[in-house]
């Protein structure tokens, strides 16, 4: 999917969005502390979660129309998310241990296949029909749809490092992926955190206080994420490895099948030479 720039706007304008949302809190002259999790921030979520949705429906809108394949492509996410909402829900069905999850394998390979706004659009769509299929519906929902669409869209960063390699097709291509799906399986968790972070109770040394310079901020997030979430984001990382190890090459293929049936565009005046 080629980007854009009213595209390219709308998908910097959601990112942006999304960082005011979770970084918000840190700007507060006071917080109120919640005991449950899912209390925290459970006013704006409604707000932010209908802004999110309309920002991926007016992208998806803008695709189909400025596209000959557009439509196709649409209709691929459409796909590519119900199965990965079906995969979710095994995954409830039947839990894992930690987080692991095998939804960020195809997040990753998608965006870095289709580009980063399928990839955002595949991201934040399969975590939104996820959790209504699962009931996994919360405050934390937009947020968990801000940080995928996050995943997909930076899938891409990975091509200029494979050019170089010259591993397109190859192995190499599919280890660059794994380390990037290794390094998402921590950072997804740490970012997810900083939701309810600054509302959380606990020891005092673990916590945002209004007021914190930044070097104290970093320290107490650190020490709450290695108590906290570090053991259970260690299975997201080499879930994400082993799936995208065991399955990235034929994936790869598959997802290059249908790009470049996209991408033919017939041509009715053309002369047929027999």
Request: charged content about 10%; hydrophobic content about 55%; overall charge positive.
């Amino acid at each position: 999917m080629k980007e854009r720039p009213l595209s390219l706007t709308i998908y910097g304008l959601s990112t942006l969005l999304g960082m005011m949302a979770f970084l918000y809190p840190f700007l507060l002259p006071a917080v109120q502390r919640e005991s449950i999790m899912g209390r925290a921030r459970a006013q704006d979520a409604p707000l932010l979660l209908t802004v999110l949705v309309g920002v991926c429906f007016v992208a998806l809108l803008l695709e189909v129309q400025a596209q000959a394949g557009g439509a196709k492509l649409v209709a691929l996410l459409g796909i590519l998310v119900s199965i990965n909402s079906i995969l979710r829900f095994v995954e409830v069905a039947i839990p894992g241990p930690g987080g692991l999850s095998p939804i960020f394998f195809l997040i990753v390979l998608t965006g870095y296949v289709y580009g980063g706004g399928f990839g955002f659009l595949m991201g934040s769509m399969t975590l939104l029909v996820s959790g209504l299929i699962t009931g996994s519906v919360g405050p934390w929902l937009p947020y968990q749809m801000f940080t995928a669409g996050w995943i997909g869209l930076s899938a891409p960063m990975c091509r200029p490092l494979v050019n170089l390699l010259g591993g397109r097709g190859k192995w190499p291509e599919v280890v660059i992926l794994a380390v990037f799906g290794a390094v998402w399986g921590l950072v997804f968790g740490a970012i997810m955190n900083i939701w309810f972070w600054p509302f959380a109770m606990g020891p005092a040394s673990q916590h945002w206080q209004p007021g914190m310079g930044m070097t104290d901020v970093i320290s107490r997030y650190l020490a709450f994420y290695v108590v906290t979430s570090l053991a259970w984001d260690m299975t997201r990382l080499v879930g994400n490895v082993v799936l995208i190890l065991a399955f990235g090459m034929p994936t790869l293929r598959a997802l290059r099948r249908f790009e470049r049936r996209f991408a033919y565009t017939y041509q009715p005046d053309a002369q047929v030479v027999l």
